[in-house]
């Protein structure tokens, strides 16, 4: 299940990369908008201000032209009106008109005939007209943008603009009336979108407080289009590059947080492995007589594991060390009181190359026995067939142990490859015979084996326990045989392994009976 989902994970690297990318390309897009639009507002207030000052000065050149009297055409007061126009700076001309026609302007003097110019202006709510690019009022092929009131007539041409028409090539802008049926000036950018394409220009509206227009400002190349094709392409790819490297390290992350071994840390780190204890019974009375502890690890991705495949990750990861001490410490601790109750009561532990080839483990085991006020004789060491270790290394640690007074077991015997000799250099005081065998009743050969096996170790005057009793068949033919020797018998068709509150509930209740 857990191998699926990583297999999964590791297909869906790619839809990762695509969509992150897609994310990141999409974000970019977004936060360079977001920056354009506050550069795109500084422009459109920039604006606004330099059209607010040309206005301003129109205004106050018609002000200051309609107060001259008479406000005829005669010499004098076309220089009285060069006077005011050299006093403002947006104003080019400034002339007087009657019946729709400019009669005369500060630049041009009087004017013989000029094209009327009623079809072409604007009337705004304050009172002005206006009109931009009108040709032919003066002799000469410029057009002019005009701004009348009265018999008053200011021209103004598109020089001051020209500057913001330099200054962002990719904004286009018109400087519009309030009401929208007047546009004053108008730059169209040389990108400009085609209407029906899905990416609109990104649109800044700033209005005049002080007169009735507002300037509007289109960004035609919004986000990553703002930049030259080949720069797009470079960030897209770049942008490709980083959401590779994410993913591949979320995806490694990953991979490494399922990992076994990462979880195995983890739960070390956090103390989340607990012990069971299976109880061993004393066959003839049918009494729980003793426990064997066992190491326990359920992890939320990979469930309950097995010991032995996590003893082996811990000794791959230099942790089994902490797992030992910690595990006999808790195991003493928890049974301390069932066990100073009962001297008959025996738990048994097991042990790994590592505890036999530290010189320190078994004081720390005595002492652990002191600190609980439990006897040494309590504890019976389990040493697995299987261990790999020189036979007079065995023998050595073994004998050291019973000097202590812990008893020394001979677990899974019949799966290991010295065991006689085993019998004959290690002086055992417990024979655990495998389940391999106890099983093996419906087995004709194992069955002899069995009854062989049997025979040597009675012979041996050792206690015997039959691990891995499951049935009936199994318990009925162990006890016949061993009907007038002390054999004793741990396994399923007694009990699994229970957690501390269960075995102490199960042993009330046998103490009760
Ligand atoms: N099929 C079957 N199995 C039965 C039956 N009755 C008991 N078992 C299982 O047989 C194993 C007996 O432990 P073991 O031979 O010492 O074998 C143990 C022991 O060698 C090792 N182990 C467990 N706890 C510790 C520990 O705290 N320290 C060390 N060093 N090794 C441990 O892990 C091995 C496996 O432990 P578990 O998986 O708990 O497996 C346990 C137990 O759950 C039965 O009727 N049928």
């Avoid at 977004?30 to 607010?52: C, D, I, M, P, T």
């Avoid at 013989?112 to 931009?132: K, R």
């Avoid at 002080?210 to 289109?218: G, R």
């Avoid at 504890?379 to 036979?391: M, N, W």
Wanted: glycine content about 4%; some cysteine; overall charge negative.
């Amino acid at each position: 299940m857990t191998r699926k989902i990583l297999k999964s994970a590791q297909n869906n690297q790619a839809l990762y990369i695509i969509c992150l990318m897609l994310f990141l390309v999409v974000a970019f897009h977004l936060l360079v908008s977001y920056l354009q639009v506050s550069y795109q507002k500084e422009f459109s207030q920039s604006l606004l201000s330099k059209a607010e000052d040309i206005s301003s000065d129109l205004g106050s050149s018609i002000q200051e032209a309609s107060a001259l009297s008479p406000l005829e055409c005669d010499a004098q007061t076309i220089n009285k009106l060069r006077i005011i126009l050299s006093k403002h700076e947006f104003t080019h001309d400034l002339g007087l008109i009657f019946n729709n026609k400019v009669n005369c302007s500060a630049n041009w003097g009087l004017l013989a005939d000029s094209t009327p110019l009623d079809s072409v202006l604007y009337h705004s709510p304050s009172g002005y007209y206006f009109a931009s690019q009108v040709a032919n009022i003066f002799p000469v092929a410029a057009k002019y943008d005009i701004t009348n009131k009265g018999s008053v007539i200011a021209f103004t041409i598109n020089a001051p603009f020209k500057n913001f028409d330099q200054l962002n090539k990719n904004f286009s802008y018109k400087i519009i009336s309030k009401n929208r049926k007047y546009t004053f000036h108008n730059y169209a950018a040389h990108y400009q979108f085609k209407t029906d394409t899905l990416l609109k220009p990104q649109v800044v509206e700033t209005c005049s407080t002080q007169f009735q227009y507002c300037i509007e400002t289109y960004n035609n190349r919004p986000g990553l289009l703002y930049f030259p094709f080949y720069i797009s392409a470079l960030l897209i790819g770049l942008i490709g590059f980083i959401s590779f490297l994410i993913a591949y390290s979320i995806c490694s992350y990953l991979d490494k947080s399922h990992s076994m071994e990462f979880r195995f840390r983890k739960a070390i780190e956090n103390e989340e492995l607990y012990l069971e204890y299976q109880p061993i019974l004393e066959l003839k009375s049918n009494k729980i007589i003793g426990v064997e502890s066992l190491i326990r690890w359920k992890d939320s991705v990979y469930g309950n594991v097995s010991p032995e495949l996590f003893l082996g990750i811990a000794e791959q990861l230099s942790l089994y060390p902490t797992l030992a001490y910690n595990s006999v410490k808790k195991a003493l601790n928890e049974l301390s009181p069932v066990l100073r109750a009962d001297s008959d009561f025996s738990v048994a532990i097991n042990i790994n190359a590592y505890e036999i080839q530290t010189k320190e483990y078994l004081d720390y085991l005595y002492d652990l026995c002191t600190e609980n006020k439990i006897k040494p004789q309590q504890i019976k060491i389990e040493i697995t067939e299987r261990i790999e270790l020189p036979l007079d290394e065995l023998s050595c640690f073994a004998s050291k142990a019973k000097t202590y007074g812990f008893s020394i077991s001979l677990d899974d015997f019949g799966t290991g490859v010295s065991n006689l000799v085993w019998l004959t250099e290690i002086n055992f005081d417990v024979i655990k015979i495998d389940k391999v065998f106890t099983q093996s009743i419906s087995d004709e050969l194992k069955q002899e084996m069995l009854l062989a096996i049997m025979s040597l170790i009675t012979n041996l005057n050792r206690t015997v326990i039959f691990e891995g009793v499951e049935t009936v068949e199994e318990y009925n033919f162990i006890k016949n045989y061993n009907d007038d020797y002390q054999v004793q018998g741990q396994g399923w068709y007694f009990y699994k392994s229970l957690p501390l509150t269960e075995l102490l509930h199960v042993l009330g209740q046998q103490g009760g009976d």
